[in-house]
């Protein structure tokens, strides 16, 4: 079992092992979840801090309850996007958390690569929990553990990524993460959606969504991130609905026993319809927040084991 990451920063600088390594320990923490007693002192005496510089339900709460469950002494600072001026606030902020000794440090923002420079400035793990449009990496390694438990393997399937993938760092990391374990990947959209550079993702790229979804494993669909667009990029969400929305309908065309999944938050009429959401023989959206909690105690136990397998640096 090999893990060699200080940090969380993102699936691109994980190995296919590493990524094997972090899902086989999150299975033992799915079966640790379900025990009436849930606690561990894997993390007992370290502090974990979180800051969300932008809003989050599943996330933040899923660290929260991961900290907790496995011991350690867990802060959580809601930072409003509101009061943050980028770059010099940022680093002062970090600095400031610095002194008081942490040892995980979860962080979400806005701006794309905020997360790496912060982990250049302080002495703990830093693990990104969504920066920008960038990545999400325990995002898409709960959707890996969240498939390979439902289709008993992580390779070789076929993978539709549907929506707004142009602003999502969902679908960034889960392109990266499913590609480095050997997947074929369909990203599903109007062109307006579609990243620029498309091509070097190394995925087929569908603007109809029925023959995007030609007998898929796995159909996996992206909220319209509004937050993140200025104006223009769909004609109005009805007409996405019609030719993006996820029903019954477009599904047909996926094989029989392909999986719906959804990161959240969802908007129903949107994105998906809203009774195939539920449809617990289709849909995999409760499982994907089960495996949350799991795949960030294991991605904590890990950072931790490296934490204290180095001598402690002693600030400057
Ligand atoms: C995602 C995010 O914040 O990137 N949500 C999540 O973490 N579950 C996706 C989204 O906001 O649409």
């Keep these: 079992m090999r ?20 899902l086989d320990l999150s299975d033992k923490y799915v079966t640790l979840n379900r025990q009436r007693d849930k606690r561990s002192t894997t993390l ?5 801090i979180n800051m969300f510089f932008e809003n989050s339900t599943r996330t933040q709460a899923s660290f929260e309850l991961a900290g907790k469950r496995m011991g350690a002494d867990v ?35 806005p701006h794309s690569g905020a ?42 399937l076929s993978i539709a990524i549907c929506g707004d993938i142009a602003h999502s760092r969902v679908a960034r990391s889960n392109i990266m993460l499913l590609g480095k374990m050997e997947n074929r990947i369909r990203l599903v959209g109007p ?22 979804l030609r007998d898929v494993d796995v159909v996996m669909m992206l909220r319209l991130q509004k937050e993140r667009m200025d104006g223009g990029f769909i004609p109005s969400e009805r007409e996405y609905y019609h030719r993006y ?44 927040v089960e495996m949350g909690v799991a795949v960030r105690m294991a991605v904590m136990d890990l950072l931790a084991r490296n934490l204290r397998a180095r001598p402690k640096e002693v600030m400057a």
Excluded: W, Y
């Design 115 to 156: 997360v790496d420079l912060l982990a250049q400035k302080v002495n703990c793990a830093v693990i990104n929990a969504g920066d920008g449009r960038h990545e999400h990496p325990t995002q898409a390694l709960l959707d890996a553990l969240t498939i390979r438990r439902a289709k008993g393997r992580l390779h070789r």
């Design 191 to 212: 062109a307006t959606l579609m990243p620029a550079g498309i091509a070097d993702f190394g995925c087929e790229v569908f603007e109809d969504m029925t023959e995007g």
């Design 3 to 22: 893990f060699d990451q200080r940090h969380l920063l993102g699936i691109e600088p994980l190995r296919p092992d590493e990524i094997t390594t972090l």
């Design 245 to 288: 929305g996820l029903d019954t309908e477009k599904l047909a065309s996926a094989r029989p026993d392909a999986i719906v999944m959804h990161p959240g938050p969802m908007n129903r009429g949107v994105e998906i319809d809203g009774t195939l959401a539920d449809d617990i023989n289709r849909s995999v959206i409760q499982e994907q």
């Design 75 to 109: 802060m959580n600072m809601s930072m409003q996007a509101s009061s943050i001026k980028k770059g010099e606030t940022l680093i002062d902020t970090a600095m400031t958390l610095n002194a008081m000794h942490p040892d995980l440090l979860v962080v979400r923002h």
């Design 44 to 48: 007992s005496g370290l502090t974990q």
